[in-house]
């Protein structure tokens, strides 16, 4: 059965601090690995991530894909109030579905 | 942890037919659910919000004659793709939030491939 699993669930930072949010996975017939910032609507498409140890970058984010040991992070620093969100992380497969994982809740105080 | 389930995973069917799809909250009531449609480049866009007991809020843009809702329990919610075109072949996913958290506290389905010929 195909997992991925976040964590933590929830996290409470103050302004100016460094996350690290993690997703790990066991699918079978891996393609890419992709992160979501979910505030109202529609989650919002961030990285995809389909080769290991290639940092990819977008201003106070970043993210890593280690396919050996089967997980990505999500670096965001310098935190600001309106980092707060539920990030998920979602596992493409080869036949084009995916599998999310259930969220890391980030409460970013000022 | 709260599970979300689809079905079919994946549907063929022939231009002009209409197609069901289901899902459901395994472990949990969920008062709303949510449906997307995935487009390329991975970007998914909330075609609507399924209310138990009430109609279903259609975003801006979406046929809600052409994408029929049904939320008839607690735990079950329906798109209806009717009449559908090949431009409707897409991947559909939903999600349900347990009453009581953030409406942005999802857990999502593993979604239906739709192949429309």
């Known amino acids: 059965e195909d997992k991925v699993v976040q964590s933590p669930l929830s996290l409470v930072v103050h302004e100016g601090d460094t996350v690290t949010l993690n997703c790990s996975y066991e699918?079978?017939?891996?393609?890419?690995l992709l992160w979501y910032k979910q505030e109202k609507k529609a989650p919002t498409f961030l990285f995809m991530l389909?080769?290991?140890?290639i940092e990819k970058k977008s201003g106070r984010l970043s993210s890593i894909l280690d396919k050996k040991e089967l997980f990505s992070i999500l670096n965001i620093t310098a935190t600001q109030t309106g980092d707060s969100a539920v990030y998920l992380c979602a596992v493409n497969l080869l036949n084009n579905d995916m599998r999310f994982g259930a969220g890391t809740r980030l409460t970013v105080k000022p | 942890g709260a599970v979300v389930s689809q079905h079919p995973s994946r549907v063929i069917c022939k231009s002009g037919t209409s197609v069901k799809i289901e899902c459901r909250s395994l472990?949990?009531?969920?008062?709303?659910m949510f449906w997307y449609r995935q487009f390329p480049k991975k970007s998914l866009m909330l075609m609507a919000t399924?209310?138990?007991?009430?109609?279903?809020?259609?975003e801006q843009g979406v046929e809600k004659d052409k994408f029929l809702i049904n939320h008839a329990s607690l735990t079950l919610s329906t798109l209806t793709v009717t009449s559908a075109h090949p431009e409707d072949s897409s991947f559909y996913i939903c999600s349900a939030s347990p009453p009581g958290l953030p409406r942005n506290e999802q857990f999502f389905g593993p979604g239906t491939r739709l192949t429309v010929l």
């Open positions: 389909t080769s290991s140890g």
């Open positions: 699918v079978t017939n891996f393609r890419s």
């Open positions: 472990d949990f009531q969920a008062t709303t």
């Open positions: 399924s209310n138990e007991g009430s109609k279903a809020t259609y």
